[in-house]
Structure formats: structure tokens, C-alpha cells
């Protein structure tokens, strides 16, 4: 295999979990926690997964590494099928692919010294020489800097970074040649983070190792990573170069993300910008774009002259309708039996639409509709705003563009957007 | 006007290897309307010194001063702590469902909160339970006061938590790490709320964190703690231009990836500087004795609990002006 060939190559990979109810346990639906996604990973090489909790990037993990059966899509690692491996190749793929997780505790059996902890993977890959195997974990003890004269004390007594750099020591047991390293300085102290990404970086350049990086911390993807994958609700929506990929942002969601770091300069606070709605549920996710629902950008419908702005809060409006957040009853009871002037006004004030669209018909088509709401006909209210009020994010599945530096899914880079 | 006084607090925790101390002589005051952040790592004593205000951590020791509203706090019986905790100081935690209960409704834990505090009908705590889900940020709170914890996303459920503690109406709320737990995406949105609350409120905001970032968006004053003892401490704006003490250098360096320092940290038993062993700059004289408080710059209120800025040494030293 020739240098350029990915050591992992991961290609439309699916992990759909059955959602259960009822006595008889029947499947009523599935969520889709990875709903197709690529990756390619060459040796050497820092490759980032990031994105909310609940993206589906751990999920994706543990299934690249078949320690959870994918649904579909194909993992090749040094060439092979992992998916087609008898016991004795999964074996060895096991040893030459390890996973370091978030919690070292996690890691550790209270009860046991630190060094046998460490030895383990040599009782399931079947090492017993007492000799070698002491030479071993104290080589690996020395590689991620604990003293191996340490070796028989127990997990209590370490720090929280130094468990880490414990639990390290055991991922590299075998000189494995990926590591999938899932938030694994998420819980640590800044400083403690740091020193724990520099050895990663020292051991990553001296044995020629893969990380993928799967994380939610945008500062430490930055510092760390090469390349990058943005993941949302089980889909990837950009990759490319890492400095290239935040500092101008191709996708919306990727813009977001970034926008939300706080900048470290008290003389700059408030500049951070949240993302608005929560992230949908994975066992139905949002037609079309999946980051329609959230997007700041969704593209208005090409009938009328809104800005992107304004038709975001209406889709709101109407999503929560859809959603039957709104109880006009309700509202009225509150406002002490506001007239319906009143109520249309509480209505637009929170979403945020303005008291009157710019544009005439965008006006007529939202009023219609909210008179409906006001007279307690929702259905009516809810296909007035989504025959009017519809866009092509929506309807249709972006296609991934190539960027200057990598790829996006977004239908704002589509050449002329199909509305 | 200073609502919250802390003077020479220390927090012992009993253990298996005899009393360990978390708080070791910590001073720092709140003003009304005021945000203060308690800055440290873990084991820093940062949970345990705001723990200690109220005495809600069991089988702690606590010792020094704690005068909140002119009133001593560590003299005071248990039912009166109790009220002050429910009334005049509210806590919030970084996990929201710490204070929330699963087995009941928002509203009904919002409710039950603001009828402790006075005799409001269930029906005006209930329109008062609407607008505080209001003010804190929940879109359609008279729909979403009667779902359950488990029915809002993480985000909404912090936001629910600080509406049970602000139910009360309290002077002070006690905010340890209230955004750990939660993505990048939503922090911006309930950093901004805190901040909001604290202005249009006149609430006093002691928040506990590890993160310079929430620091930076929220604080009006800074504390920096290691191993229980107070570092330095000033002006938000002052101490980001230039963090005077070793540590706090170390702190923002790290942020920009250097990897100075180790993992382990004794922290010395004895009264010298707790950080001198891991302090690249460390002499003898950080042995004797607590450092004391310096002047760290022209700022009257910027102190710093370091060597190198008495008398007998010369800050040059410690080499440029830090970040």
C-alpha cells in the first residue's frame, strides 16, 4: 500500500438503532444516530469529528471501530474489509485500532494496581510471558511520562490527567497504529488538557499514529487536529483543512459553532452568539437539510422579497405551530382577554417576526394565517403558513460542493438555487 | 455595596487519611448587582468555598467569616441558614437535574418554590411561575410549565433551574459551573442570561468555573484559586491584560497550547505557596510562610499573593507582562 492510501476509509457508514414500544416490543421506528457518512484517514494524521451532543460523532465511533455492528456502509482499514474479517483479523484489528474514552475512570477497576490494569489487554490477546509483559507496560508507562515504579498503586491514587495518560498507556499496549480518541480531554482541567494533547502529538510524530479526534470543543480541534469533519444529526455537512474550515466557515452549521466560542476578551463579551431551538429528534429528523429547523441563514422562498432574517423567525413561528407549541387559549387567559390585536402582536413579538413583513403578500399570507390561529382553527393555520412559507432547504437534500478547501452540504452553494 | 463578605474562610473535609483541608484562608466580597467568578482547577477548594457559604456540603468543617446582609452566617442555627438559603441565596449547579426534581412538573416545582417564600395563591404563584419561565428565556411558557424535566432539552433545563432559584427572589445566586455541561451552542445563550439577570435584577452572581472563556463574558471581578488559598484577584479587564501571578500566567498560556508544569500536585501541608512546586520560578522564600498580598500593578483593587511582588524582589524577574 503506497503512502497515500488511507490507513481507515470509512464510506457511507449507517448505525440505526430500532426504537421499541409496547408490550410485544414492536419497532416502531428507527433512530438514525450515523446516517451515511465518509471519512478517510492516513497515517500520521489528526482527523476531527465535531459537533453537538446528540450528532451521532460517538456513535460513529464505536461503529468504524465494529465494536457496535454498522447497519450499513463499509469501514477498510490498511486495504481490508473490516466487515468481512474472521475472528482471528478482528482480533488483529483490534489490537492495531484502539478506542481512549472521555472518563478514564471508566477505564480502571478501583480494586486493582494501575500496572495490571494497563496488562489487560495482554490476557485477551493472549501475552502471558510475566517477563515480557512487565517490560512492556513499563515501556508504556515511560512513553506517556509515569513512573513505572508506580506501577502497583492504584487508580485513587492518581490525578485526573494522570489516569488519562494511564489509560493512554493501555491504548498503546499493542503500537497500535489508529487511535479513536472520544472527548478525551473533555474532563480535564485546561492545563491538564494541554499537556495531555502535547504527549498525543509527541507519540502521534514518533510511531506514525492515526487519531481520529472526536470532540465538541472547537478551541481544542483548532490546536490539535489537521483535518476536519462537522457532524450533524448523523450527517457530515463540511470537511476540509482545520484553520481553513473555522476560519471561514462554509456551512452554516460550522459558522454557528464558531460563532458560540467566546472570544477570551472581557473588552469583546456578548459577541458570542448562541444557536437557537434544540437539535432534533434522531428518530425523525428534519426533512431536506437537516439543519433546516436551526439554520440563521435558511433561504426564503424566492415568491417573496424577505431576507433570511425575518423568514427564519416566521419558519419558527410555523414550526411551533407544527409542533403545537402554541395555545391561543391560553395566551388570551394570560394577556387577561386581550383583544386579538393584542394577541397577534404577542405572537409576532415572541418569535421575533416584525410587526409587519416588508413584503405585501409575505404580510397577507402570515396575517390569513394567524387570523386562523386566533380563531382556534390550527390545521388551517399550519397549511397556510406551510403552503406559503416554505423553502427549498426543506424540500430538497443539499448536494455536498466542493469548497476551496474541502466540501459542503449547504444549498446556499447550490449555482442557481432550485426554488 | 458589599451584600456578601468572606474573610479567612477554611473548609476541612474528614477522610479516611485524617482531615483534608479543600479552603485554606480564603477572603473575597460580593457587591449587589455584582459578578464575581471563583477561577481554579480541580482542587482548587472553588466548589467547597461557595459550598461553605451556606453549609450545604455534609460533614464539612467551617471556620472564618461569612457575613452576608450585615449578618454572620457560620454562628447561625441550622433553620435559619436554611432560610437564608432558600430565600436570600440560590444555587445552581452544573448539572440542572441536581435541583430538579423528575417526579414533578416545572411548574409545579417553580410553584411550590415561590409559595415557601410567601403566601401567594397557587394561582398567582402559577402566573408568577409563567413569567419567571419567561424571563429566563423559555419560549412558550405557558405551554412548557407543565412538562417535565425530562421532556426539555439540557439547555432548557438549566434555564428551568435557574427559574426555581430565582423564585425566591434571592440577593445572591451561587452558580458552580452552570455551563459545563452544556454545548458550546447553548453557553453563549445562558451567559448572556445570567449577565441580563444580574443587571435588571440587581443580583449578585458568585460564579464558580474553570473556564476563562465564561469568565471573560460574565465577570466583573475575578478571584483566582489553587490549592484553597486566593492567588490574585481583580478587575476582569485588568487581570486578562495582565495576569500577574505565575499561575494565572500559566492558566492563559495554557489556552494558547503550551504545556508547561505536571499532572501531579502535591500540595504542600506546611503555609508556604501551595503552587512552588510546580511554579517555574519558584525560590526559596516561597516556602516561608503565606505569601503575602501585593499590589500587582497601578490598579488599587489588582493583588496578587506572590514573592515577587514585595519588596525584596524585583517582578522583572518573572519576565514580560504575561499575555
Do not use: W
Not at chain 1, 490525578?159 to 489509560?167: D, E, I, V, W
Not at chain 1, 448523523?234 to 459558522?255: K, L, M, N, S, W
Not at chain 1, 393555520?381 to 443539499?398: D, M
Amino acid at each position: 500500500m503506497s503512502d497515500d492510501d488511507p490507513l481507515l476509509s470509512v464510506r457511507d457508514l449507517k448505525k440505526h438503532y430500532p426504537v421499541k414500544r409496547g408490550f410485544l416490543r414492536r419497532t416502531v421506528g428507527h433512530v438514525r444516530a450515523v446516517d451515511g457518512i465518509d471519512l478517510k484517514l492516513r497515517r500520521g494524521e489528526t482527523l476531527a469529528l465535531v459537533g453537538e451532543s446528540g450528532c451521532g460523532k460517538s456513535t460513529a465511533a464505536r461503529s468504524l471501530l465494529h465494536l457496535e455492528s454498522p447497519t450499513g456502509g463499509e469501514v477498510r482499514f490498511d486495504g481490508a474489509s473490516v466487515g468481512s474479517f474472521d475472528d482471528g483479523e478482528l482480533n488483529q484489528f483490534r489490537r492495531r485500532a484502539q478506542l481512549l474514552l472521555q472518563n478514564p475512570d471508566e477505564a480502571f477497576n478501583p480494586r486493582i494496581p494501575v500496572g495490571e490494569s494497563v496488562a489487560e489487554p495482554m490476557d485477551i490477546h493472549g501475552v502471558s510471558d510475566p517477563e515480557r509483559r512487565e517490560e512492556l507496560v513499563a515501556d508504556r508507562l515511560e512513553r506517556v511520562g509515569i513512573d513505572p515504579e508506580t506501577a502497583d498503586r492504584y487508580p485513587h491514587e492518581f490525578s485526573g490527567g494522570q489516569k488519562q495518560r494511564l489509560a493512554l498507556a493501555r491504548a498503546l499496549v499493542f503500537d497500535p497504529d489508529l487511535l479513536v480518541a472520544d472527548e478525551p480531554t473533555s474532563a480535564l482541567d485546561e492545563r491538564v488538557q494541554t499537556r495531555i494533547l502535547s504527549l498525543l502529538e509527541t507519540l502521534q510524530d514518533r510511531h506514525d499514529l492515526a487519531i481520529l479526534f472526536i470532540s465538541h470543543d472547537i478551541r481544542t480541534v483548532r490546536r490539535f487536529c489537521d483535518r476536519v469533519a462537522v457532524m450533524y444529526l448523523g450527517e457530515i455537512v463540511e470537511r476540509g483543512p482545520v484553520e481553513a474550515v473555522f476560519e471561514d466557515p462554509q456551512h452554516p452549521y460550522t459558522q454557528a459553532l464558531v460563532d458560540a466560542v467566546p472570544t477570551l476578551d472581557p473588552g469583546e463579551r456578548g459577541e458570542a452568539k448562541p444557536l437557537d431551538g434544540d437539535v432534533p429528534d434522531p428518530a425523525d429528523p428534519p426533512s431536506g437539510c437537516r439543519f433546516h429547523t436551526r439554520c440563521p441563514v435558511v433561504i426564503p422562498p424566492e415568491a417573496f422579497d424577505i431576507d433570511a432574517e425575518t423568514f427564519r423567525t416566521v419558519l419558527n413561528l410555523r414550526l411551533a405551530v407544527a409542533a403545537d407549541d402554541i395555545d391561543v387559549e391560553r395566551l388570551r387567559g394570560r394577556l387577561n382577554d386581550a383583544s386579538d390585536e393584542r394577541l397577534r402582536t404577542a405572537l409576532r413579538e415572541r418569535y421575533g417576526v416584525p410587526d409587519s413583513l416588508s413584503d405585501g403578500d409575505a404580510e397577507r399570507a402570515l396575517s390569513a394565517a394567524l387570523d386562523s390561529l386566533l380563531a382556534g382553527d390550527e390545521e388551517a393555520a399550519l397549511e397556510q403558513l406551510e403552503t406559503s412559507f416554505t423553502t427549498v432547504c426543506e424540500r430538497r437534500e443539499p448536494e455536498t460542493h466542493d469548497t476551496p478547501v474541502g466540501s459542503a452540504a449547504c444549498h446556499r452553494r447550490d449555482e442557481s438555487p432550485p426554488f | 455595596m458589599t451584600l456578601l463578605s468572606v474573610e479567612g474562610l477554611r473548609v476541612e473535609f474528614p477522610t479516611d487519611e485524617g482531615p483534608v483541608e479543600a479552603v485554606d484562608g480564603v477572603d473575597f466580597t460580593v457587591d449587589r448587582g455584582e459578578v464575581v467568578c471563583l477561577v481554579g482547577e480541580t482542587g482548587s477548594g472553588k466548589t467547597a468555598a461557595c459550598e461553605a457559604l451556606t453549609r450545604i456540603a455534609d460533614g464539612a468543617a467551617v471556620d472564618g467569616s461569612v457575613r452576608f446582609d450585615g449578618r454572620e452566617l457560620t454562628d447561625c442555627d441550622d433553620r435559619t441558614l436554611r432560610s437564608v438559603r432558600g430565600d436570600r441565596i440560590a444555587h445552581v449547579f452544573q448539572q440542572p437535574g441536581t435541583s430538579l426534581d423528575p417526579v414533578y412538573s416545572v411548574g409545579d416545582q417553580i410553584i411550590e418554590a415561590i409559595r415557601l417564600h410567601d403566601d401567594a395563591s397557587r394561582n398567582e404563584a402559577r402566573a408568577r411561575a409563567v413569567s419567571l419561565l419567561e424571563d429566563v428565556g423559555i419560549a412558550a411558557p405557558a405551554e412548557r410549565i407543565d412538562a417535565y424535566p425530562h421532556q426539555l432539552s439540557g439547555g432548557m433545563r438549566q434555564r428551568v433551574a435557574i427559574a426555581v432559584a430565582l423564585a425566591a427572589d434571592p440577593d445572591l445566586l451561587v452558580a458552580d459551573e452552570p455551563t459545563t455541561a452544556l454545548d458550546v451552542t447553548l453557553q453563549a445563550g445562558l451567559l448572556e442570561l445570567l449577565r441580563e439577570l444580574s443587571a435588571e435584577r440587581d443580583l449578585a452572581v458568585l460564579l464558580v468555573t474553570h473556564d476563562l472563556g465564561v469568565v471573560a463574558e460574565l465577570a466583573d471581578r475575578v478571584v483566582v484559586l489553587y490549592g484553597g488559598r486566593v492567588m490574585e484577584r481583580g478587575g476582569v479587564e485588568t487581570l486578562f491584560e495582565r495576569p500577574a501571578h505565575p499561575y494565572t500566567r500559566l492558566l492563559f498560556e495554557s489556552l494558547r497550547g503550551t504545556a508547561d508544569g505536571s499532572d501531579d500536585r502535591p500540595t504542600p501541608a506546611d503555609d508556604g505557596c501551595p503552587f512552588r512546586s510546580e511554579c517555574p520560578y519558584a525560590v526559596p522564600d516561597c516556602a516561608e510562610g503565606r505569601p503575602s498580598f501585593h499590589a500587582a500593578d497601578d490598579e488599587p483593587a489588582h493583588e496578587v499573593a506572590c514573592v515577587f511582588y514585595g519588596p525584596d524582589y524585583d517582578i522583572g524577574t518573572l519576565g514580560g507582562e504575561g499575555s
